[in-house]
Nanobody, 123 residues
Framework: QVQLVESGGGLVQAGGSLRLSCAAS????????MGWFRQAPGKEREFVAA????????IYANSVKGRFTISLDNAKTTVYLQMNSLKPEDTAVYYC????????????????WGQGTQVTVSS
């Protein structure tokens, strides 16, 4: 099993920035990609960004492209989500996820999930 622990959420004003972190308890050789998803109240969980463990390919939702950046630390046990130019519509619980395969837009493809961290953007 892989445990994922998110941190870095909080309250920020519109236009501000936050950086989320997701620490993996270990990185089995079968884990190839990490992703971030978010879920706002009353809405379905939606894809935000994903990155392959080799640090290569990244993919983003259109709604965050150009504002958010996903990255890995050198040890490749922590994935970050740098969020800039935040908007009230970015308010959600943000979840980290890992999967045995390349980055995917679909939550069903992911095998491991963190507990989530709340991000609230005030107008």
């Amino acid at each position: 099993q892989v445990q994922l622990v998110e941190s870095g959420g909080g309250l920020v004003q519109a236009g501000g920035s936050l950086r989320l972190s997701c620490a993996a308890s270990r990185r089995p050789c079968t884990i190839y990609a990490m992703g971030w998803f978010r879920q706002a109240p009353g809405k379905e969980r939606e894809f935000v960004a994903a990155i392959n463990w080799n640090g290569g390919n990244t993919i983003y939702a259109n709604s965050v492209k150009g504002r958010f950046t996903i990255s890995l630390d050198n040890a490749k046990t922590t994935v970050y989500l740098q969020m800039n130019s935040l908007k009230p519509e970015d308010t959600a619980v943000y979840y980290c996820a890992a999967r045995r395969g390349a980055g995917s837009y679909y939550s069903i493809d992911y095998d491991y999930w963190g507990q989530g961290t709340q991000v609230t953007v005030s107008s």
